[in-house]
Nanobody, 122 residues
Framework: QVQLGESGGGLVQTGGSLRLSCAVS????????MAWFRQASGKDYEFVAA????????RYAASVKGRFTISRGDTANTMSLQMLSLEPEDTAIYYC???????????????WGQGTQVVVSS
């Protein structure tokens, strides 16, 4: 059974930083594209960042490019999102996802974590 679990969320002031992690179990991790999406209260899911299964390509939403960095972890079954210069607009529940192809849309991702809350205070 495939399971994804996020950690690292919390409360931070504007301009602060957080590092989110996603641990994957139950699937051969390497071939899967991994992504982060977020959902602010009352809004739809929003693409944040994604990385290809072979680490060859990473994509970012325009709103986070230059501030966020997605990467695979030191172990084969982890992924992280380093978030710098956080803004109140980054407040949301952040979800990690895994799927067969790299995409900025949520539909290709087969597996999802439960989410971790990020709150950026002004």
């Amino acid at each position: 059974q495939v399971q994804l679990g996020e950690s690292g969320g919390g409360l931070v002031q504007t301009g602060g930083s957080l590092r989110l992690s996603c641990a994957v179990s139950g699937v051969t991790f390497r071939p899967y594209a991994m992504a982060w999406f977020r959902q602010a209260s009352g809004k739809d899911y929003e693409f944040v960042a994604a990385i290809a299964g072979d680490n060859s390509t990473a994509r970012y939403a325009a709103s986070v490019k230059g501030r966020f960095t997605i990467s695979r972890g030191d172990t084969a079954n982890t992924m992280s999102l380093q978030m710098l210069s956080l803004e109140p607009e980054d407040t949301a529940i952040y979800y990690c996802a895994a799927g067969p192809i790299l995409s900025e849309y949520y539909t290709p991702y087969d597996y999802w974590g439960q989410g971790t809350q990020v709150v950026v205070s002004s």
